[in-house]
């Protein structure tokens, strides 16, 4: 269904506009397909980020992202090529460059693509925004809404094709498609979906720098519960403490076990690396909390998945994994698991007492890593690589029924996808989430 909506989103006005058919110089017809296919990949561009369930549920959300950070570069090259072929169809637009003899669509037009220029430009930055990421954040939407705004007012001041009937009738589709999803984004679900609001009922320290956060649902004025959150083992959700669209956000994984057992109650497991995580363990029972999710395609379908799993994970890449087996325990399930969980040092290892007892109750097998051991430390020791994959996973025998699902820090989980493609593993069977997202 997406892939369908995505091609007739990116397409549907070019070759309603080759259908109509045009008396126009062919120069002049392809100066016109390539900004329609422009404004096709820039509605992608946007609509693909905006948190829409369904979407970030069947590809994922690495994906999601890779595709708007493709869909943002070819906008932009697709653009640069229309300009030029509008100046190929007619040399006098060469007065573009002549701010003096602009017009109305001309300024719309050069205001579209500056803010795409630097868009791209600051979207290059992303990796080194270190804590003043939200500045960023606020900076990238600001600049992609002046693109595509910008970008309507050079189409509609055109007029020459929002005067065609047809063309007129698949760019009001677009427009409402767009305003309806943005709207849902940026209005409903951060002010008005009252399915988002929790409150905090507990807070638990795991480590010095880690705390659990036990939301559940608030009680509206009417004394019934709004319905608890429905999610899989291993997906997430952003978390906000403030009810605002201009509210700070950031995506946890849900760790607790996804069923009704504990009145509603949702866990998320969060390390302390900002402003934003060590205000968690500043929070208080009764707290309002909101939350977007949930998100990502990283868990298992039952139809599917039933054979033998690898979860190799590293820090807090290990809450996941904790949704996955809480969820295998309560269901009794005694499918073959091995769970590598790698961390600096031993006291970063996270729900080691929990996993003792997991351990009693699944068919799962625990190993431990650590990069800088302690004298005490009795267990492996290093990073999970090559190596210690190659020492810890079956060589033929049943690799075809286990599936893997890897989740940390970028630099581990390319190190084990590239580890896991040179043993042959097949790469549908491989599974990621990489803790690295705008």
């Known amino acids: 269904m997406w ?10 006005p070019t070759l309603l506009s080759l259908v109509n058919g045009s008396d126009n110089p062919i120069a002049s017809q ?7 296919l422009a404004t096709g990949l820039l509605v992608g561009a946007a609509v693909v980020p905006s948190r829409l369930r369904s979407l970030t549920r069947a590809v994922g959300i690495e994906a999601v992202y890779g595709v708007h950070r493709s869909l943002g570069l070819l906008v932009t090259l697709m653009v640069l090529v229309h300009v030029i072929l509008v100046l190929a169809a007619n040399p006098n637009s060469v007065t573009l460059f002549d701010p003096r003899q602009w017009s109305q669509p001309s300024k719309a037009a050069i205001a579209a693509t500056v803010a795409l220029i630097l868009l791209v430009g600051l979207a290059g930055l992303r990796g080194r925004v270190g804590r003043r990421y939200a500045l960023w954040r606020w900076t990238h939407i600001v600049l992609a809404a002046a693109s595509v705004v910008f970008s309507a007012l050079h189409i509609w001041r055109l007029q020459h094709l929002v005067n065609d009937p047809v063309l007129r009738v698949a760019f009001g589709l677009l427009a409402a498609a767009l305003l309806g999803v943005l709207s849902y984004r940026w209005l409903w679900r951060p002010s008005l979906d009252k399915r988002s609001a929790y409150q905090v009922r507990e807070i638990r320290a795991e480590t010095e720098d880690v ?4 939301i559940g649902p608030r009680r509206p004025r009417h004394g019934f519960d709004v319905s608890t959150l429905a999610f899989e083992p291993g997906q997430f959700a952003w978390i906000r403490v403030r009810r605002s669209i201009t509210a700070e956000e950031h995506p946890f994984t849900i ?3 996804p069923t009704s057992e504990a009145g509603g109650s949702i866990e998320f497991t969060i390390r302390d690396v900002g402003d934003f995580t060590s ?30 799993l690898v979860l190799i994970a590293a820090g807090v890449g290990i809450t996941p994994m904790m949704s996955m087996l809480r969820t295998l325990a309560h269901r009794g399930d005694d499918t073959p698991v091995m769970l590598i969980s790698g961390a600096g040092t031993e006291t970063e290892l996270l729900f080691r007492d929990e996993l003792a007892e997991l351990t009693e109750k699944l068919n799962l097998t625990v190993v431990e890593v650590v990069s800088r051991p302690s004298s005490d430390w009795s267990g492996r020791t290093g990073r999970i ?24 820090p970028p630099g581990m989980v390319n190190g084990v996808v590239e580890a896991l493609a040179d043993r042959n593993i097949d ?11 705008a």
């Not at 790469?427 to 997202?437: A, C, G, I, K, Q």
């Open 279 to 308: 205000s968690v363990g500043r929070l208080k029972v009764g707290d309002p909390v909101w939350i977007d999710g949930p998100h990502g395609s990283f868990t298992w379908d039952d139809t599917v998945y039933s054979r033998a």
């Open 211 to 214: 705390h659990t956060l036990v």
């Open 30 to 36: 392809l100066a016109v397909q390539s900004g329609l």
């Open 3 to 12: 892939a369908a909506t995505f091609l007739a989103v990116l397409f549907g």
């Open 255 to 257: 760790t607790s076990c």
């Open 385 to 408: 690589d090559r190596d210690l994959l190659g020492e810890l996973l079956p060589e033929r025998t049943g690799r075809r029924k286990i599936e893997y699902f890897v989740c940390g």
């Open 427 to 437: 790469p549908s069977r491989v599974h990621t989430e990489l803790f690295d997202m």
